[in-house]
């Protein structure tokens, strides 16, 4: 399956420069808290099961809450292997950038960290370590989703692919008479939801989950939602690079989409500003809802919460588009490592020795295939996350990739504030939808200026 996944992904990369991790709010949030755990050292248990013989420690400052408990246990197994000291942080939400920027400015900096797409490169290039002539690179199966200098350096490497679109609970759906064959485009999902909403009493379950515009679920719409409007005006405008001014084209399949989540959901428009994350997954693996927008990175939380795979599908986000019953998942990268090129070489060998044994080990090749999916490593184990079949599936079937035009966006985190400031007027208030055309259009023209000039 990875193999298949591989390729419809890099079959995606129509647009540049895909990957786009490390921009705080479109990250998947599932904590609210920086955590930090920090192995002992304990060089007694060393064992015959390492080469490695770097006297340097390792600090990873990992952006996915979701995934903190995984990397705090491969963390300590790998101490109790080597003897070798490594500290897991994990940034609080929505703030990943922002402590990045705290973290590196102090003594004991990560050494392992996140940098995801052209404007997080541009910003931290003079820190990224060129990792082509490395073992961990060498381990590498594809180079499709590296950030790269003007030299061909890899400067950070692609080391999971995803997929995000709208999660289902397909034995809720049959409750409500229907079947996932049923949802082949936006009228389609729009009758259905509908019909589910009108007899949420009777059933005992809404349609959708609440879009919560709260900081630790924003980013699902600012980013993610924002994602369909931006791909069929680039797909439709051949956009190769970040464009200094978008038209809003589609800005009415945004509407659309948006309008039926608030309109259908398991709360109130003028309740969803303070809606979070935590809140609207807990909704949906306690049968609360039938749809769910998130990603694959929700299938780990979703099935320890007592959901299965005979509950569990994921399908494309219908907005109205022209020709949209062909469309496949949002698929792509946000997930891209880059090492500390100012950390001692102590460190930057005992670093690259712990991300090599992440991705030829037992231990770290089935940690990282239940948490992230595929990974593009030759001793890469199969995933069991159903969201990938689903992904290739709806490939398999000559559909296309919507792939991730959000990644061009300027300056970010000022931009999706714009857009979730109107889209929380709009919403809670009763404010009007051009507020939130001015947010994506006039907004986006002001950050590109703010950072280029």
């Given at each position: 399956?990875?193999?298949?996944?591989?390729?419809?992904?890099?079959?995606?990369?129509?647009?540049?420069?895909?990957?786009?991790?490390?921009?705080?709010?479109?990250?998947?949030?599932?904590?609210?808290?920086?955590?930090?755990?920090?192995?002992?050292?304990?060089?007694e248990t060393a064992t015959e099961e390492t080469t490695s013989e770097a006297t340097g420690s390792v600090y990873y400052l990992n952006f996915k809450p979701e995934a903190d408990e995984a990397w705090q246990k491969l963390a300590a197994d790998y101490t109790a292997k080597?003897?070798?000291?490594?500290?897991?942080?994990?940034?609080?939400?929505?703030?990943?950038?922002?402590?990045?920027?705290?973290?590196?400015?102090?003594?004991?900096?990560?050494?392992?960290?996140?940098?995801?797409?052209?404007?997080?490169?541009?910003?931290?290039?003079?820190?990224?370590?060129?990792?082509?002539?490395?073992?961990?690179?060498?381990?590498?199966?594809?180079?499709?989703?590296?950030?790269?200098?003007e030299n061909g350096e890899v400067y950070c490497a692609g080391y999971c692919y995803e997929a995000f679109g709208i999660i289902t609970n397909k034995t809720l759906l049959k409750k409500a008479g229907y079947e996932v064959t049923d949802i082949k485009d936006f009228a389609?999902?729009?009758?259905?939801?509908?019909?589910?909403?009108?007899?949420?009493?009777?059933?005992?379950?809404?349609?959708?989950?609440?879009?919560?515009?709260?900081?630790?679920?924003?980013?699902?719409?600012?980013?993610?939602?924002?994602?369909?409007?931006?791909?069929?005006?680039?797909?439709?405008?051949?956009?190769?690079?970040?464009?200094?001014?978008?038209?809003?084209?589609?800005?009415?399949?945004?509407?659309?989409?948006?309008?039926?989540?608030?309109?259908?959901?398991?709360?109130?428009?003028?309740?969803?500003?303070?809606?979070?994350?935590?809140?609207?997954?807990?909704?949906?693996?306690?049968?609360?809802?039938?749809?769910?927008?998130?990603?694959?990175?929700?299938?780990?939380?979703?099935?320890?919460?007592?959901?299965?795979?005979?509950?569990?599908?994921?399908?494309?986000?219908?907005?109205?588009?022209?020709?949209?019953?062909?469309?496949?998942?949002?698929?792509?990268?946000?997930?891209?490592?880059?090492?500390?090129?100012?950390?001692?070489?102590?460190?930057?060998?005992?670093?690259?020795?712990?991300?090599?044994?992440?991705?030829?080990?037992?231990?770290?090749?089935?940690?990282?295939?239940?948490?992230?999916?595929?990974?593009?490593?030759?001793?890469?184990?199969?995933?069991?996350?159903?969201?990938?079949?689903?992904?290739?599936?709806?490939?398999?079937?000559?559909?296309?990739?919507?792939?991730?035009?959000?990644?061009?966006?300027?300056?970010?985190?000022?931009?999706?504030?714009?857009?979730?400031?109107?889209?929380?007027?709009?919403?809670?208030?009763?404010?009007?939808?051009?507020?939130?055309?001015?947010?994506?259009?006039?907004?986006?023209?002001?950050?590109?200026?703010?950072?280029?000039?």
């Open positions: 399956m990875k193999k298949k996944l591989a390729l419809l992904l890099a079959a995606a990369m129509t647009v540049a420069s895909l990957a786009g991790c490390g921009e705080a709010k479109t990250q998947p949030e599932a904590q609210t808290q920086t955590k930090e755990t920090t192995t002992e050292t304990k060089t080597t003897g070798v000291e490594v500290k897991i942080v994990t940034a609080a939400s929505g703030t990943y950038s922002e402590t990045l920027t705290a973290e590196m400015g102090k003594s004991s900096a990560p050494t392992l960290f996140q940098c995801g797409n052209e404007e997080g490169l541009e910003t931290w290039k003079d820190y990224c370590l060129d990792l082509s002539n490395t073992d961990f690179y060498k381990e590498m199966t594809t180079d499709d989703f590296n950030l790269k200098g389609s999902l729009k009758k259905i939801a509908e019909d589910i909403q009108s007899r949420k009493d009777e059933l005992g379950f809404a349609a959708f989950t609440s879009a919560g515009l709260d900081g630790s679920s924003s980013w699902r719409f600012s980013g993610h939602l924002a994602n369909m409007p931006l791909f069929y005006e680039f797909r439709d405008d051949k956009v190769t690079s970040q464009p200094a001014e978008i038209k809003g084209t589609y800005l009415d399949l945004y509407k659309n989409i948006w309008d039926l989540y608030i309109n259908n959901a398991t709360c109130a428009p003028n309740e969803i500003t303070a809606k979070t994350g935590d809140e609207s997954e807990a909704e949906f693996f306690n049968g609360k809802a039938v749809f769910y927008q998130n990603g694959t990175w929700e299938y780990a939380n979703l099935t320890k919460n007592g959901m299965t795979d005979d509950d569990l599908c994921m399908i494309p986000i219908y907005c109205g588009a022209e020709g949209e019953e062909k469309a496949a998942l949002c698929c792509g990268t946000e997930n891209c490592w880059a090492v500390n090129a100012k950390a001692s070489e102590e460190d930057i060998k005992a670093t690259l020795d712990f991300m090599y044994w992440v991705v030829t080990s037992d231990e770290g090749t089935q940690m990282m295939a239940q948490e992230f999916g595929p990974i593009p490593f030759k001793a890469a184990k199969e995933s069991s996350n159903v969201f990938f079949t689903n992904a290739n599936d709806l490939i398999a079937k000559g559909n296309y990739v919507v792939t991730w035009a959000f990644n061009y966006t300027p300056n970010v985190d000022a931009w999706r504030e714009g857009v979730v400031s109107a889209l929380q007027q709009y919403s809670a208030a009763g404010g009007d939808w051009s507020n939130v055309e001015k947010a994506f259009v006039n907004g986006w023209a002001a950050q590109y200026q703010a950072v280029n000039g």
